[in-house]
């Protein structure tokens, strides 16, 4: 395959995957949304000053995200494991969205890098974010950058430089 079928081979799945999402309705969107919000305001993790005294092992360390993170991922990991069991597909999609590699690469090693770095200088990780960016200026200012760094991540990636 050359290099112009594999760009048209990936843009086509990336369409699949936008049309996958988009045609699932906008309701059950909304409520995954709104709960997703709930969640992050009740456990605290809107608070920067949470993420930042996570990230403060040597000094007033917080668990509490750590506790978070562990709920969220025996949630996830259990209704995964039923859920992939009794059905072959989901119920508002026409297949699993699962990786098709576990190749680790520049851009994701890279991507890791800048999201830890991001993580660690705001105290803020892109769920919160969107929640911040609704709240307060210095929220948009930092989702605004963080959808900017996502666009040029596209651009670079339809370049070939990544």
Known sequence: MNMTQGNFAQQSQSRSYFKDILSVPLLFISISAILFGVGLGLSGMTRSSKVLGFLDVFGVWDPSL??????????????????SKRLSKPLLANEFSLPNTGKVDRGLIGG???FGVGWGLAGVCPGPA???STVSTSGFVFFSSMLIGVAFYHFVKRRGIL
Do not use: D, N
Request: aromatic fraction near 16%; hydrophobic fraction near 80%; charged fraction near 0%.
């Open 112 to 114: 890791s890098i800048l």
């Open 130 to 132: 969107v929640i911040l």
């Open 66 to 83: 750590m506790f978070v993170m562990l709920g969220a991922i025996a949630v996830y990991a259990t209704a995964f494991h039923f859920v």
